[in-house]
């Protein structure tokens, strides 16, 4: 009995090797194939699909309850400007803007208007809806309407009366 569990052993030892070499020379073809696949694509190609992944990106980030401060208006446009490597004053001029105002619109210094919003979706081609942008807006809003205590301090000398005062949380 123990040599043949040893002679077992040895040949369950043998097939997991081999069968571990064809896993690595499988994955290496794998790789090698994505590779050749990868250099195929054109680079409108790569930019659709560079957009695509941007837009689920947002979206996954749309559908999580928490808020990423880092994940903001002008971070998904300015990673848009990057995917079609175009400079600020490019971009205005193609959505009709002023370059002032897409900077204050990248830095968080400024939401975009509903107007700018059709044009991203304009120039992206569909792929980046204007819902989607808005969307992100209101996140934003949402956000600091939960969070900006001290508002709510200083519009409670302008309520003179509170329902239910003695329940009230306010």
């Given at each position: ?40 694509y054109t680079s409108d190609q790569v930019i659709h699909a ?86 992100l807006i209101e996140k934003e809003k949402e956000h600091e ?26």
């Amino acid at each position: 009995f123990p040599s043949h569990d040893i002679n077992n052993h040895d040949t369950k030892l043998h097939i997991m090797k081999t069968s571990k070499k064809r896993n690595l020379i499988s994955e290496d073809e794998l790789r090698k194939k994505r590779a050749q696949l990868k250099e195929s694509y054109t680079s409108d190609q790569v930019i659709h699909a560079n957009l695509l992944q941007l837009k689920f990106k947002l979206e996954d980030y749309l559908n999580q309850e928490v808020f990423n401060k880092t994940q903001s208006f002008g971070f998904y446009l300015r990673s848009y400007l990057q995917i079609l490597d175009k400079k600020n004053n490019t971009f205005a001029n193609e959505i009709d803007i002023n370059v002032t105002e897409l900077s204050q619109i990248l830095n968080n210094h400024r939401n975009p208007s509903e107007k700018v919003l059709i044009r991203i979706e304009l120039h992206s081609n569909g792929i980046l809806p204007a819902i989607l942008w808005h969307r992100l807006i209101e996140k934003e809003k949402e956000h600091e309407l939960l969070t900006n205590f001290s508002l709510r301090v200083r519009e409670r000398s302008h309520v003179n009366f509170i329902v239910n005062q003695q329940n009230s949380i306010l």
